[in-house]
């Protein structure tokens, strides 16, 4: 494929993984990675980079999209004093340690094992989304001492492996503690910067074997991608938020963890054949 035709063809692609982003994350709350991870996948694979690195690629990208939306949110919610700084502050060095941790061993890994990964944590988190009850407890507050020692930096570490942010793991947590799901949502925020900044700062210092990447990836971050999925992240996201007011959120909540759960088999399935 003539090079011209490559980088229109991947930055029409592109926008429109943004665009559905975008409003997948206004309309049910969720990160953007869940979806870009997969989304990324097929497309660079389309355009005929479906390499023992792509995932790596794929990850690295998403997470870098995620220092922006996570700012973005969590100034946001902090506006309206939503966000649990206390938790913050005891959870930011083990979540961003497990982060870093993450960027290593993603670095050791092929496609193939990162797909399995995947689609192993996207269908435990779908099925939680759509079998998860408001009254399921752990406890009535949040962990502290050696159970957040042990749980901080799983949560980074998971994430990485996912290229996600804090939502799908940090807001189950906070909410089978007892924290209310407006200040779980916000804090959950915080803690996809918490993720995203140090293992985007990683991956951007590992390289690639020559020709594997698409066109213009620095370290292991695409940043066409990462651009271009921002941009229209921005854009769409308010539409998502609109959309939300008028429909039944628990509803779409299931109906996302049930196409989530479509996505993660054949995620498993490509990995397996």
């Avoid at 429909?247 to 963890?257: C, M, S, Y």
Wanted: glycine share 12%; hydrophobic share 60%.
């Amino acid at each position: 494929m003539p090079e011209t035709t490559l980088l229109l063809s991947m930055g029409a692609m592109l926008l429109a993984i943004g665009a559905f982003a975008g409003v997948l994350a206004g309309l049910l709350g969720v990160g953007g990675g869940i979806v870009l991870v997969p989304a990324f996948f097929y497309a660079f694979a389309a355009l005929g980079y479906e390499t023992p690195q792509l995932m790596q690629i794929c990850l690295a990208t998403s997470l870098a999209t995620i220092v922006v939306t996570s700012a973005r949110s969590v100034l946001s919610h902090d506006r309206k004093g939503a966000v649990d700084w206390a938790v913050l502050r005891g959870w930011a060095p083990g979540i961003a340690v497990g982060a870093l941790v993450g960027v290593l061993v993603v670095a050791q890994l092929r496609t193939t094992v990162l797909q399995l990964i995947f689609g192993g944590l996207a269908l435990s988190v779908a099925l939680y989304m759509v079998l998860g009850r408001s009254h399921w407890r752990l406890g009535e507050t949040m962990p502290s001492g050696w159970r957040r020692a042990a749980m901080a930096p799983a949560v980074g570490l998971l994430s990485v492996l996912m290229g996600i942010g804090g939502g799908s793991f940090g807001v189950p947590i906070m909410t089978l503690h007892g924290m209310a799901m407006h200040r779980a949502v916000a804090t959950a925020a915080g803690f996809g910067l918490l993720i995203a900044l140090p293992s985007v700062m990683g991956f951007l210092l590992t390289p690639l074997a020559a020709g594997v990447a698409p066109p213009m990836t620095l370290g292991s971050v695409n940043l066409p991608a990462f651009l271009l999925v921002i941009a229209m992240t921005l854009l769409t996201a308010p539409l998502g938020a609109a959309l939300a007011h008028r429909t039944n959120a628990k509803r779409l909540k299931r109906v996302f963890g049930a196409f989530l759960i479509l996505v993660a088999l054949n995620m498993l399935r490509k990995a397996l054949i």
